[in-house]
């Protein structure tokens, strides 16, 4: 079984900011890639952010110089610092993880969304 637990959405005003976080538990032995999606009502789910062990970083073009995606390896832990929100940003934010449980296997595993509300 692996768990994938987000949390730090909420509602912020334009301008504002929100950290986002996503721990991942259970039975595996290495997580590789983590990321963040959005889906927003009658949109399909967007890739945010995503960042593999090589520690690069991916961006949707919407979000860069605005959200920085980061990780702690020794929690398994993926943030999602969110700065200079804006009301297209709302969204039902998404943690992905793909770990690896049987050498060579990859699987992947999401959270249930956290909700994220821009509104003045």
């Known amino acids: 079984q692996v768990q994938v637990v987000e949390s730090g959405g909420g509602l912020v005003q334009p301008g504002g900011s929100l950290r986002l976080s996503c721990a991942a538990s259970?039975?595996?032995?290495?997580?590789?890639?983590m990321g963040w999606y959005r889906q927003a009502p009658g949109k399909q789910r967007e890739l945010v952010a995503t960042?593999?062990?090589?520690?690069?970083?991916n961006y949707a073009d919407s979000v860069k110089g605005r959200f920085t995606i980061s990780r702690d390896n020794a929690k398994n832990t993926v943030y999602l610092q969110m700065n200079s929100l804006k009301p297209e940003d709302t969204a039902v934010y998404y943690c992905?993880?793909?770990?690896?449980?049987?050498?060579?296997?990859?699987?992947?595993?999401w959270g249930q969304g956290t909700q994220v509300t821009v509104s003045s």
């Open positions: 960042i593999p062990n090589d520690g690069t970083t």
């Open positions: 259970g039975s595996f032995f290495w997580v590789n890639a």
């Open positions: 992905n993880v793909r770990v690896m449980r049987t050498f060579p296997a990859e699987s992947d595993y």
